[in-house]
């Protein structure tokens, strides 16, 4: 078994093939890559490639946010409806 380097408290448990042949070692690395590139993008671009899907998920947060004030606030009229 090869000796395990500095960063292998950051990989997962479940990739005991990857332990065993000493390429674990390259997951955190790629990260590293990966984090630089995505910090280097020009946020303008980003905005523009997340806004798209980000819109139609924020519609049905704000559809379930109005269901659930809606129900919350007929169980206050009623409560209040009851004790009043």
Not at 14 to 39: K, M, Q, S, Y
Not at 45 to 61: D, G, Q, S, T
């Amino acid at each position: 078994m090869p000796k395990p380097c500095p960063c292998s408290r950051l990989v997962l448990s479940d990739f005991h093939e990857l332990r065993r042949t000493g390429a674990w070692c390259l997951f955190p690395i790629v990260g590293a890559v990966i984090g630089e590139a995505v910090n280097a993008f020009p946020s303008g671009a980003l905005e523009a490639l997340v806004f798209p899907v980000a819109r139609k998920k924020f519609r049905y947060i704000k559809l379930v946010g109005g269901l659930i004030g809606f129900v919350a606030g007929l169980v206050q009229l009623a409560l209040v409806a009851r004790v009043g």
